[in-house]
């Protein structure tokens, strides 16, 4: 329930910012792509649709996903971080990066790396 409203809570803001505005919303939403929480933030709503720019660009579920480790080098699994932005942008490359430190686990999450460019119709 608290996701959903934390989810709910980032879609009023978004609602309430100037039409046209670009917008990135990242980090750790602890909840999978199938929960509601993260259907409600992809949801076509109103001006300010959201895209998950990982997956526009790895459309095929990979089960080796996981973005939480648990400082444990854990790959399989599902993602529960996003990149996630509106119509203002492309993804050009999206990756989990897995690096290590002496065999260690710098976070308990592997980050989610997306590379934005801004789409020709809304350049600066």
Do not use: C
């Amino acid at each position: 329930a608290a996701r959903e409203f934390a989810a709910q809570a980032i879609r009023q803001h978004l609602a309430g910012l100037p039409l046209n505005m670009p917008a990135i919303v990242a980090g750790d939403m602890n909840a999978t792509e199938e929960s509601k929480a993260i259907k409600l933030l992809l949801a076509n709503a109103g001006e300010m649709p959201l895209v998950d720019g990982y997956r526009r660009l790895h459309p095929q579920v990979d089960p080796m996903e996981a973005t939480f480790n648990g400082f444990k080098n854990r790959t399989e699994g599902k993602r529960i971080d996003y990149v996630l932005h509106t119509q203002h942008f492309q993804s050009q490359s999206a990756k989990i990066i897995r690096t290590t430190f002496d065999g260690k686990n710098a976070s308990d999450h592997f980050p989610v790396v997306v590379e934005l460019r801004w789409r020709d119709a809304f350049a600066q």
